[in-house]
């Protein structure tokens, strides 16, 4: 795309193809910044998923409005957002030690591991950025 959202929040390859053809064939403007970093920060695959949904669909109000519609509508669980920068295109290995100690019974230890988890799960992605 020669717009000057691509060059600001830049996508995979696959993902920009797959924007450029919804927005010929529907005759649609790109998609904002802020509505393709939402894309980015989905991974190369679940932003694929979407668009893939998009484009055999017809769009009735607006493309951004659309992928942020259904953003939203996904399942949280197979749209889980991951690094802007991390696409399965782009291999690493995110590695935890197994959780130490007994985790069950009380909800305060099952929301602290969780915490822990998250925490460790932030550090890597941001010094494997």
Known sequence: MSDPWSAQVPLPHAVEQLLEDICRKQKQKPPAADVRLKLASLGEEAAL????????SVIKSTLSAFIVY????????????VSPLRTPSSPSRLMFS????????????????ESAVRLKLAACITNNL
């Open 49 to 56: 998923e979407i668009l893939r949904k998009i484009s055999a």
């Open 98 to 113: 197994p959780p130490q100690g007994n985790l069950r019974g009380s909800p305060s230890s099952s929301l602290r591991s």
């Open 70 to 81: 259904m953003i939203k509508n996904e399942s949280p669980q197979r749209l889980a957002p």
